[in-house]
């Protein structure tokens, strides 16, 4: 039987006599020119994207850009480098959403700052892996520095502890492993459900969060064996707050219907609304019934270095764990995340010792493995382009640049309600605004839902702006998404006159067959 093509091993040529691979393929010192040459080609076609692009998106459809990659065979390399990257800017470049365009205002992606960039390119070439301090040295201590650094932020003293993850999902599932484990062992006889699985009583724990929480929440009890109908949600105020009478009623009802309550979740930044749950309130009721609070801050972290806005945030200290996303406020690249915990001890039940990785004796020489605190084993250095970011701007200008979107979202309300077509249906408390076309003479709430989802769908179609679309009390709504310091009032003019231009179009199309508001539109 043929083993195919035999490489033989020479002396100090592990490829045989041939040392062209290594040469033209390795980023090492002998190919220092070509890696030099190919940073400098990205660097000028990102450039030249960057001032082409007119608006954040070319509005191509999946149908049409998929016909671009059929002919694209993946077994035979392109000639050179410069070839692949004029094909990727074909298929990739020419049409990607650019959230650092002033008029992207769809979901919570921001536009990044440059010393982030740059750092990802040394975490890529030197390519360091953060789980164990014998592949990382250096970048074990800048990660947990930041840690600490962002214990203070919130709050926390010197027993916190935490740890980068790839976002709030990851956060999310980590808070509420801890307060079911926790939980287990508190209030189970010490039951260790990480060395003995899910006790009966599993069936029965409950967590408690707003109704408008993240779904990453029912996501992660449905990864925890809880189901995601453990999570039961809690009813909000006018504000979209979660109310604390509805929690202590919603605690009370699950302990009478035989459910345990074992955490709640304060989401301090809803993605939706920007609101924020009152934790300082929510606190004293978690401690009365000795649940587990965990503070989802994905959205809201950016008001942790907020020169004047810090307040908003008050209480968040009384959590006994919290989700921070650099990547959403702090204008870092994804993925950029971590979860903290004011205890470091409710961390050991993520910990298991790997002779080969990270044994037992390195623990007792207080060697810093970071896989004893992470659900991950090989992890990227991501804390390095928050490190750069905050060396060479200050946590003072990325809170600057977020209170910057938050008083861009106030005049943008300002605007939504003295314009009669648009109804807005809160006050921002963050950066996000929920609102929706409603011209005059047109109630039909049927009809309505069908305009606002088309005027979303028109807008992609034509790139010049991106919105968001969400559900309200089961009727379809608009959504501006604002964490681009560089986005203006005239943006936000410029993009409410398209959705006008659009809404008015989908209304003209529309058959007038019917009586009053019910009409039957022939747009797709």
Not at 88 to 94: D, N, S, V
């Amino acid at each position: 039987m043929s083993m195919g093509k035999r490489v033989e091993v020479i002396d100090d040529a592990p490829w045989g006599r041939s040392q062209d691979w290594i040469d033209s393929g390795l980023l090492n010192g002998r190919n220092a020119a070509d890696f030099a040459s190919a940073v400098g080609q990205v660097t000028q076609t990102l450039l030249g994207r960057f001032d082409q692009v007119q608006q954040p998106f070319s509005g191509v459809l999946p149908a049409e850009l998929a016909t671009a990659f059929e002919a694209v065979g993946l077994d035979q390399p392109l000639a050179s480098f410069e070839a692949a990257l004029d094909e990727l800017e074909k298929l990739y470049l020419h049409d990607a959403v650019y959230f650092h365009h002033p008029r992207y205002m769809a979901h919570l992606n921001c536009p990044i700052a440059y010393p982030a960039v740059a750092a990802e390119l040394i975490t890529a070439a030197v390519n360091s892996s953060v789980d164990t301090w014998d592949q990382s040295a250096g970048a074990t201590l800048i990660e947990q520095h930041l840690i600490d650094w962002t214990a203070r932020r919130i709050g926390f003293d010197a027993r916190a502890d935490g740890v980068f993850t790839s976002g709030g999902t990851q956060s999310n599932l980590m808070a509420l492993l801890l307060a079911r484990d926790h939980y287990s062992l508190v209030r189970l006889d010490g039951y260790s459900i990480q060395k003995q699985g899910l006790p009966a009583e599993a069936a029965r724990f409950r967590i408690l969060a707003s109704r408008i929480a993240h779904f990453s929440l029912q996501k992660a009890a449905s990864v925890l064996g809880l189901g995601a109908d453990a999570v039961v949600p809690v009813d909000c105020d006018a504000d979209y707050r979660m109310s604390p009478v509805a929690l202590t009623n919603a605690i009370d009802q699950c302990r009478r219907t035989g459910h345990t309550p074992i955490a709640v979740v304060a989401t301090l930044g809803s993605t939706d609304f920007g609101s924020i749950d009152p934790i300082a309130e929510l606190a004293p009721i978690c401690r009365q019934a000795g649940l587990w609070l965990h503070a989802d801050a994905a959205y809201g972290c950016g008001l942790l270095v907020s020169p004047n806005c810090r307040e908003r945030l008050a209480g968040i200290e009384q959590a006994d764990s919290v989700t921070v996303d650099f990547h959403k406020s702090f204008l870092q690249p994804v993925s950029c995340s971590a979860f903290m915990v004011k205890d470091r001890d409710h961390l050991s039940c993520l910990t298991y010792h790997a002779d080969y990785l990270n044994p037992r004796s390195q623990t007792q020489e207080k060697t810093p493995n970071l896989v004893c605190k992470s659900l991950q084993t090989t992890r990227r250095f991501d804390a390095l382009k928050l490190w750069m970011t905050l060396r060479v701007l200050g946590p003072d200008k990325l809170g600057e640049a977020f209170e910057q979107v938050m008083a861009l979202a106030q005049a943008a309300h300002t605007l939504l309600t003295q314009d009669a077509d648009f109804e807005v249906l809160h006050r921002p408390e963050l950066s996000t605004l929920v609102f929706r076309y409603r011209p005059a003479g047109v109630t039909d709430p049927a009809l309505l839902d069908e305009l606002n989802a088309a005027i979303r769908k028109a807008l992609m179609r034509d790139g010049r702006a991106l919105v968001a679309a969400t559900r309200e009390a089961g009727r379809s709504y608009l959504k501006f998404t604002l964490l681009n310091p560089a986005t203006t009032l005239t943006d936000i003019r410029a993009v409410l006159s398209a959705l006008r231009t659009h809404g008015q179009a989908f209304l003209d199309a529309c058959s007038p067959a019917l009586q009053g508001d019910a009409r039957i539109c022939g747009v797709n």
